[in-house]
């Protein structure tokens, strides 16, 4: 009589090996094909956790939180410097599906730097950013431009206050032109003074004061007048 043994299943040699290349945990330094490595944390085959990757074409590094394979959380991103190699922080702060997103500082030169919110990759919220002319620029941005209100203080210590739009002055605002001591106030649009009033501010500290001093109005009700100039300015901004 005939004996028959039940098979064992065997699983193919390749599926075993899949199995095994699977990451999930905390891995020592992964090669890349194309020359990137990692080194930290993996759920799933994928970045996920703690980790460090470095890209060869360009030499960055980042350091931070990974979430299914991309930027998320909190990460300092670097590159090296062409002439002495050491590295350079470019973005140090909070990442969202790969992207600056949430609060974090982006350096752009030795001197220039933005600090503020971030969404999908661009200022955007509250921010201040530094220039490398000494200007600073402290408001509301979107889309990587000034936008809403804010303040426009150049490097001369003339500043504006006021409404932005699309990166340029727009809507009610204030022009302080401390080196001539005299103030602007008034409706711009697309950066250019549409209608208000220029007075004399502080004129006796101002550096640089015109001969003249501004006549004084004489009109008999100066604000309603102003008002109704400014009236179809204002309309176009609601």
């Known amino acids: 009589m005939p ?3 039940n098979l064992r299943n065997v699983e193919p040699l390749w599926k075993e ?3 095994k290349a699977q990451k999930t945990g905390l891995r020592h330094t992964v090669y890349f094909v194309n020359g990137d490595q990692y080194k930290g944390e993996w759920l799933d085959n994928l970045k996920h956790g703690k980790g460090t ?3 060869k074409n360009n030499g960055a590094i980042y350091d931070g939180d990974w979430k299914f394979g991309k930027r998320n959380g909190f990460g300092t991103y670097s590159i090296p410097d062409p002439v002495t190699a050491k590295y350079k922080k470019v973005y140090s702060g909070w990442w969202k599906n790969d992207k600056r997103h949430g609060y974090g500082t982006a350096f752009y030169s030795d001197t220039e730097y933005y600090e503020g919110d971030w969404k999908a990759d661009k200022r955007s919220g509250w ?3 530094y220039f490398m002319n000494g200007a600073i620029y ?3 941005w979107a889309a990587d431009k000034y936008s809403g209100k804010g303040m426009l203080r150049l490097g001369n210590e003339n500043r504006y206050e006021g409404s932005w739009k699309g990166g340029k002055k727009h809507g009610p605002g204030k022009y302080y032109y401390l080196d001539k001591g005299q103030l602007y106030e008034g409706v ?3 950066d250019i003074p549409k209608c208000g009033t220029l007075i004399d501010y502080g004129r006796e500290e101002a550096p640089s004061p015109p001969i003249y001093p ?3 109005i004489e009109v008999e009700d ?5 008002e109704v100039a400014q009236e179809p300015f204002l309309k176009e901004q609601e």
Request: charged share 25%; proline share 8%; aromatic share 16%.
């Open 3 to 5: 004996v028959f043994k």
């Open 17 to 19: 090996w899949d199995i």
């Open 53 to 55: 990757q470095i890209w």
């Open 127 to 129: 921010g201040r950013m």
């Open 138 to 140: 402290e408001g509301e």
């Open 188 to 190: 711009w649009v697309e």
């Open 214 to 216: 501004i006549p004084e």
């Open 222 to 226: 100066p604000a309603a007048i102003l």
